[in-house]
Every structure is written in C-alpha cells, then in structure tokens.
C-alpha cells in the first residue's frame, strides 16, 4: 500500500440567504491545517448569494458552470461584472460582494481566499443589506 496517498471526504453545507432560504452550496475542496485554500460556491438557479465584505482575505474567483452576476460596491459604487465559465476575476479585501446566479442552471465558482479561509477569525466577514450598502452604511 502507498502510504503517502490520503483519501478523505470534503465537507459540503447548504448556504442560506439572510431571510432563511436556502439559496446553494459550498464545498471545501482543499484544507492546509484547519485553513481552506480552495472551495467551490455554488448558487441555485436565481438564488443570491451576499451581500458581505471580508476584512482579511481577497477573493479569487474562477466559474466553472453557469453564469454569475458578481455585484460589487466600491467607493459606494455599485459595480456588475458577468462571470462564465472560464472567466475569473480578484475583489479585494474590504470590498462588499454579492453573487446572482443568473442562468437556468446552478452557477458554480471556486474561490481561492487570499489568505485562506481561517475559521478561528470570527469577526472576518461582516454580512450587508443592499439598503445599507446604497445608504453607505460601514460596519
């Protein structure tokens, strides 16, 4: 047997937008430690995902399926960028995100956090209303 060959399962949870619904999924795809560096983020037909900021990490996003709206809003300026399959793009940190899936299939985007996704960092994500982000609300 080869020793140096680990096979393990990767953890999926359902995602829920702030009112409850469920809105996709996610799923690590790989882990140093207890940090995720890769994961996918997948969006139901429709469904919207955000908004929120992240203090510490960038996102790196790279569509693998579908298509998805990334709606940002910088300066409190509200950008859209269409993202398909092989597209990607890089938001930086302290940068409000919202995702929309906007095709008639689950969207599907692998994110690359820079750094990478720590869960011992609590208050890293801070979650926003569309209201708040236009009333220029900082949290």
């Known amino acids: 047997m080869i020793t140096q ?11 829920y937008d702030l ?11 790989f882990k140093e430690g207890d940090k995720t560096i ?7 037909p429709g469904a919207f ?7 510490i990490r960038a996102a790196r996003y790279i569509c693998l399926k ?5 709606i940002l809003y910088i300066s409190g300026k509200r950008e859209e960028h ?3 399959p092989g597209k990607r793009i890089y938001i930086p940190r302290e940068t409000p995100t919202g995702l929309q899936c906007v095709s008639d299939e689950e ?14 960092l609590k208050d890293e994500q801070v979650d926003y209303t569309q209201e ?8």
Do not use: C, F
């Open 49 to 55: 995902k955000g908004y929120h900021l992240h203090r």
């Open 107 to 120: 969207a599907w985007l692998i994110n690359y956090p820079d750094p990478p996704y720590d869960p011992s």
């Open 132 to 139: 708040e982000l236009e009333q220029g609300i900082v949290k």
């Open 5 to 15: 060959v680990i096979e393990d399962t990767a953890k999926k949870v359902a995602t």
């Open 66 to 70: 579908g298509t998805m709206k990334i």
């Open 82 to 84: 269409i993202l398909t």
């Open 19 to 29: 009112d409850g619904k469920e809105n996709g999924w996610l799923m690590e795809l």
């Open 38 to 44: 890769a994961y996918i983020s997948a969006a139901l």
